[in-house]
């Protein structure tokens, strides 16, 4: 059983998400022992991109810091392969299409295999294009992890089919970003994703607080938080690793709830 499947194992999945490099590398390697500690099943790092289009203000400004700071591919696959040491948590890159096609399919997915990435979501790729990078992926143990957002109605039988690791479901229209309300009819999705596929579904995009994620836990495997976590670290900076903990902490008790 790979990882992934494993954090959808023990009841509802909290997913937590940081942008890689922000405020540097050094951090977030803590900030993720910090989240895993808390409680997080699986951890989703940001790979900086000077253009990551579904991003929202927040996880935007986290891309330009890292960038900044010096932050690259190579660094965080070393920054995977130190965190592995320590912990057996599921870790997942999300990045943009570019930066897989540049550094090579082939050299990108052993490279993940070697530092124990399990798997990747790439949000500009779409279900058509896959088909590419998902055989050499699968070859090295790697998910490429599909996207259904809230306008996939007519493709959601196709997505789902053909899913690996888990799906993330889009909670909403537009970038990310904490949201006051989140009023897409999920339930309906999942249940065109249950029908096609046993594969775990989590939903992300929007959830900030435990009242959110006790909520889309109810209705899906998993919760998927990121900008509520990246402007943590934007406050706080380099002295974030308590508030991160609690806050990580708050989210998987919320969850936990419905498990």
Do not use: W
Request: glycine share 8%; hydrophobic share 45%.
């Amino acid at each position: 059983m790979s990882r992934i499947s494993r954090a959808f194992k023990n009841g509802k999945a909290f997913i937590a998400f940081l942008t890689g490099g922000d405020p540097t590398i050094e951090k977030s390697e803590q900030y993720i022992l910090k989240m895993v500690e808390a409680g997080a099943d699986l951890i989703e790092i940001g790979v900086p991109f000077s253009d990551p289009i579904a991003e929202g203000p927040v996880i935007q400004n986290a891309n330009v810091r890292a960038l900044a700071n010096g932050a690259t591919t190579d660094q965080l696959f070393e920054l995977v392969e130190r965190v592995r040491k320590k912990t057996e948590v599921p870790m997942v890159f999300l990045l943009y299409a570019n930066l897989v096609f540049k550094y090579g399919y082939e050299r990108f997915c052993k490279r993940c295999q070697e530092a124990g990435v399990d798997g990747l979501i790439i949000p500009d790729l779409p279900f058509e294009e896959k088909g590419e990078l998902a055989p050499i992926a699968r070859a090295h143990g790697v998910d490429v992890i599909s996207l259904i957002a809230p306008t996939s109605e007519e493709r959601i039988k196709m997505i789902a089919s053909d899913a690996s690791g888990f799906l993330y479901i889009v909670s909403s229209m537009g970038v990310t970003g904490i949201r006051q309300e989140i009023t897409t009819d999920l339930s309906s999705i999942i249940k065109a994703v249950k029908e096609a596929t046993d594969i775990p579904a989590a939903i992300g995009f929007g959830i900030s607080t435990p009242e959110q994620a006790k909520k889309m836990a109810g209705i899906a495997d998993g919760a998927i938080v990121g900008s509520a976590i990246v402007k943590i670290i934007e406050q706080y900076g380099e002295h974030a690793d308590e508030a991160v903990y609690q806050y990580v902490k708050s989210m998987k008790e919320a969850v936990r709830e419905i498990s």
